[in-house]
């Protein structure tokens, strides 16, 4: 599918979906990222104003706001920045204790996930997630976290093909070509904690190949993630 085309059809299928659930607009969060840009624009070109974009810093890199607000301004959309640090900081202090950085993190986009489906009820919005395929396959996501959303426009496009998507929107060229993180801590990398390139996983995703041991990686994230892509299970009787 030619990128123009790509881009009119997931439009079309933001509002259709929208419609159907007798909502009016969608709310997404604002990164810094090449996801996060590719979704908001296309759910400003879907929803022109009855849309929202949630800028969320919890001890986040400057960097990632201000490329946020880049996007926004550039593209028009209406946004609204919500800093989580206090909220953040309350909650772990009244949990149990740990050094396990990975599980203290993973409240950052839990809060998020709440922040977003608050402005989802206020405004009849649905909350239009980022995560694309190469995520979605291992299990790149942290459950509730970003992986709660309602709408998934990229969740049929590899990484490869969203920086295509990206280049067409006119996404700036500096945020199509940073490191992808989740911004769970300081100089995290999606690649990094993968233990696998974004090239590796597309190709294999989109062709069946690659080096045995990374082959055999990604179908164990693949098969330990299974979970995570469900809905919760219910007994068979």
């Known amino acids: 599918m030619e990128r123009q085309e790509l881009c009119n059809a997931l439009v079309d299928w ?23 840009a590719v979704v908001g624009v296309l759910c400003k070109k879907a929803f022109e104003e009855d849309c929202l974009g949630l800028i969320m810093p919890c001890y986040s890199d400057p960097k990632d706001e201000e490329d946020a607000v880049r996007v926004a301004e550039k593209f028009e959309i209406p946004y609204k920045k919500i800093v989580l640090n206090s909220i953040f900081d309350n909650f772990i202090s009244i949990l149990d204790k740990t050094d396990n950085k990975t599980v203290v993190a993973n409240i950052k986009p839990r809060l998020r996930m709440i922040t977003l489906y608050y402005y989802a009820a206020l405004n009849n919005f649905l909350v239009v997630g980022t995560g694309n395929k190469s995520e979605l396959t291992v299990g790149y996501f942290t459950k509730y976290g970003d992986g709660g959303a309602d709408l998934l426009p990229l969740g049929n496009l590899v990484k490869r093909q969203v920086r295509e998507l990206a280049r067409y929107l006119e996404i700036p060229q500096d945020i199509i070509e940073k490191p992808p993180t989740a911004g769970l801590w300081k100089g995290q990398t999606d690649e990094n904690e993968m233990g696998i390139t974004y090239e590796q996983l597309d190709e294999y995703i989109l062709t069946g190949k690659a080096p045995q041991e990374i082959a055999e990686k990604i179908r164990r994230m693949n098969s330990r993630s299974e979970h995570k892509r469900r809905l919760p299970l219910k007994p068979p009787f």
């Open 14 to 36: 933001l509002r259709e979906k929208v419609r159907e659930a007798g909502a009016k607009g969608a709310v997404f969060g604002l990164s810094g990222g090449i996801d996060s």
